[in-house]
């Protein structure tokens, strides 16, 4: 039998398994992952990581070798305006401005980020076994058996569900969410800029919902890029070309001569939270807990605060020679994290709501409000605070960079 066993290998999952390992290394953990083993050198995607999320990368001892591999944004431009505007009016900036000696955010490949911590999880002895689902629950009194799809079981003490925003393991266990579609998609995909990005990142707010310029390593920028579904789905599938001639509307002329370099891939957008973190020996965190809107970019972010208070929990539980399946012990990391969790949820939603429309009173009053935070120094560094995850009272051991 396991003491943990987690389900779903991406970020949140593989970053939780080390968490509880480098702290508790005598609790015998694996990791099972449905993709077979080299579909994640797929991924061409980055993410913005915030501040308080690399301090955790630095605890686990991987940073060195993530940060070449990372683009510092050390700048951030956002406009309100429409496609047809020949100058798009700035409303906030964030110049240069860090939290505690840093960047507030970087951007990271995913392969460099799920590469790093995969091979952290070999060095610690966690086994990863792929291309393996969980087909169904069933939970004891002290432990909980989870049905795999070769047809085996897996008993352990605890469950630790990161199977992601269409979490199945979140369904086995009877945990129902609030959900709703935004009736967007976010197209993800790479380009390449004939001029330097100095590390700024940029978010304009159209009226079909947010158009988020992101800054990568070599003259390279993410993109992410909210449109109406059907919308999405045609600009993905259209010729090179047009989705070139399309994306240069939007992206304009300052960096250059544009060109995709990546794949390109709609996401359909939705909020999903779950109604609880937890059940008897059964806990869920990242995507699988909470899936909110791109907007802000916060969606690991959050995950990864997820992984600090529940690894803190855990391994707390256990020093004290308690059960770390025990629902009063997995209470204490839903009532950490839940509240957090439903006002992100919440404010992406009034975000999305609030700028991807084009009605002039809302127009107005938003740029007001842009305009207000821009002004005010005090305001505004307590938002970039927020941003980089440095401020929050609640942050768990890791996010502050201390060892649990
Ligand atoms: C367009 C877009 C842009 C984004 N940009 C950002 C950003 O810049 N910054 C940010 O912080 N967040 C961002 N996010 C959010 C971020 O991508 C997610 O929050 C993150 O991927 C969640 O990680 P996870 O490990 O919880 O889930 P996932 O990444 O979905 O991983 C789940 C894993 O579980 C596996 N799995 C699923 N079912 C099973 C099963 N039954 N058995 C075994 N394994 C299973 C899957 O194969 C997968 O590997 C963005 C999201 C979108 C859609």
Known sequence: MLDMLVVGGGYVGLSVAVAVKQAAPHLDIAVIEAAPDHVWKKDMRASAIIAAATKM???????DEIEPEAQPI????VTDSRMSDPVRPIFLTFDGEVADGR????????????GALRGLCERLGIEIRHGLSATG??????????????????????LVACDGVRSTLRDFAGIKTVTWDYGQSGIVTTV????????????????SGPFAILPLRNNRSSLVWTERTNDANRLVAADDLVFEEEL?????????????????RAFPLGLTLARSFVAPRFALAGDAAHGIHPISGQ??????????????????????????????????????????????????????RLFSNDTAPIRIARDFGLGIVDRLPGLKSFFIGQAAGTTARDNPRLLSGQTI
């Open 248 to 264: 240069e509307r939007r992206f304009g002329h300052k960096l250059g001569a544009l060109k995709v370099v990546g794949a390109k």
């Open 299 to 352: 969606g690991l972010n959050l995950g990864f605060k997820d992984v600090a208070a529940l690894a803190e929990t855990i391994v707390e539980a256990d020093r004290l020679g308690l059960d770390i399946g025990a629902i009063n012990i997995l209470e204490r990391y839903q009532s950490w994290r839940r509240f957090d969790t439903f006002r992100m949820g919440v404010t992406t939603d009034v975000l999305n």
């Open 103 to 114: 960047p507030f955010a970087h951007m990271i490949p995913n392969v460099a980020m799920v």
């Open 74 to 77: 050390n700048k951030m431009i």
């Open 192 to 207: 390449e800029h004939e001029r330097p990005h100095h590390g700024c990142a940029e978010e304009h707010f159209l009226p």
């Open 57 to 63: 990368l630095e605890v686990f001892g991987i940073w």
């Open 137 to 158: 629950l069933k939970t004891g009194d002290t432990s909980i058996e989870v049905s795999l799809s070769d047809g085996s079981t897996q008993q352990s003490r605890l």
